[in-house]
C-alpha cells in the first residue's frame, strides 16, 4: 500500500494496463483531511500538528478481489488506479506481474532517497569543539 501510494501516476498506470473490464466501484475517489499528529523528540507527548489532505478509493473486481487506494493530496485518478492495482495483486494471474512493477517503483524510491541523502551529506557541517592547550 505504502508503494502503491508514491508511486506516480504514470507507473500506476502502467501496472494497471490492461484494465480489468469487470471493475465496480464500491467508493468513488473522494478527497479529504486526516489529522497529523507528531512528538516532541519522538518520544514526548503527542501533539496535533495538522491537517493533511488525502483522496481514497474503493473498487471490486469481477473475481471477487477488493481493493484500496490512499494517496497524500488530492489525487483522484491515482487513488481509483491504486485501488485497481491492489486489487489485481490480490488475482493469482496478475500477482507476478504486478509485483515486478511494485519493486520497480521500489528500487525509483530508493535511489531518489539515495540522491537526496547525497545532497543532505554535501551540505553538511560538523562541529567540534577545540580543546586549548597551555
Known sequence: M???ARATLSELQDLAQPLPLDIT????PEVGLVLVRGRIG???QPFNVGEATVTRAAVRLGG???GYGHVLGRAPERARLGAIVDALWQAPDHRPRI???LLAIDQRLAAEADVKRRQVAATRVDFFTMVRGE
Open 2 to 4: 505504502g508503494l502503491l
Open 25 to 28: 466501484v464500491l467508493r468513488e
Open 42 to 44: 519522538g518520544d514526548g
Open 64 to 66: 471477487g478481489e477488493v
Open 99 to 101: 509485483e515486478s512493477g
